[in-house]
């Protein structure tokens, strides 16, 4: 397979893209990105010389830019391609308009155009809203998003919806839990978290500190999506969980204890506006028909994530924005 993968300098992106150069050595990866804050061309250093794996620098709203790739006969389009932080969102909810929305139905019409087999819209759990104490999200929950980021992802995957009612695009929609794992930005909470208690410097907490989220290794996520991609019924939506519930209090003691650091750190700050209170997955439609279980529970995955971070210090001074904040 030819596969464009958008968004492949990112977090989950190049994760994604490690992964599936070790599992399908055959197929080819073109990465496009845009290389923004978020995007980091070092986060794929060791695979730049696999011949089977290409970078294009590019904006995915730009059509000019893009279309020379589907011209050349691409199979597939993975679409990580967004801006994703919700603090930044409500500063700038026209970015994430223009990017999330705009750049999503960029891609689908190339895709239409030029006869692409699958695309596959890398979504969230956070289109549908908030939960109470009880309740998992499934695929047949209401979309109901409660902050910019979450409306534009929320808008994305309704076009993706309507390419394929409409013109039969054969498409995907995964909606995922919170990933963690290697190479995440440092505005997120678990990468600012560590940074933080390493330099013994106070870690930000929104309000009470018992917002709840699914925690999902970010390898369980790419295997997830690889199933998909490959076998996942057109047309249909697949939500992602790691079954792992935990309050960032509890994520943030975790680290504490990890790193043999006093709880004093802790630093409760406003709770930012429109903030979810709690985030849960069913994920037993990707299990039952495409056979998918996560490989790491929280336990295993945190304690990964935290020595990933320990020894690549130096990868997080060199990227890091300070915000004095930490969020989704």
Known sequence: MKIVVTGGAGFIGSN?????LSQHPHDE?????????????????????NPQYRFVKADIRDKAAVEPLFKEGIDAVVNFAAESHV?????QPDLFVMTNVIGTQTLLDLSRQYGVS??????????????G????????????????????????DLLVRAYYETFGLPINITRCSNNYGPYQFPEKLI?????????NKPLPVYGDGLNVRDWLYVEDHCRAIDLVLRRGVDGEIYNIGGHNERSNLQVIRTILTELNKP???IQHIEDRPGHDRRYAINADKIRKELGWTPQYNY??????????????IAWLEQVLTPLGEQGD
Not at 30 to 47: Q, R
Not at 191 to 199: D, S
């Open 87 to 91: 603090d930044r969102s409500i500063l």
């Open 118 to 131: 699958k695309f596959v819209q890398v979504s969230t759990d956070e289109v549908y809203g908030t939960l």
């Open 16 to 20: 994604f893209i490690r992964y599936m």
């Open 299 to 312: 336990e295993s995955g945190i304690r990964a994530t935290i020595r990933w971070y320990q020894d690549n």
């Open 191 to 199: 990468p600012l978290i560590i940074y933080n208690a390493v330099h």
């Open 29 to 49: 990866f073109i990465n496009v990105d845009l290389l923004t804050y978020a995007g980091n061309s070092g986060n794929l250093m060791e695979v730049q010389t």
């Open 133 to 156: 104490a009880t309740g998992l999200f499934t695929e047949e929950s209401p979309v109901q998003p409660n902050s910019p980021y979450s409306a534009s992802k929320a808008g994305a």
């Open 263 to 265: 709880e004093s750190l």
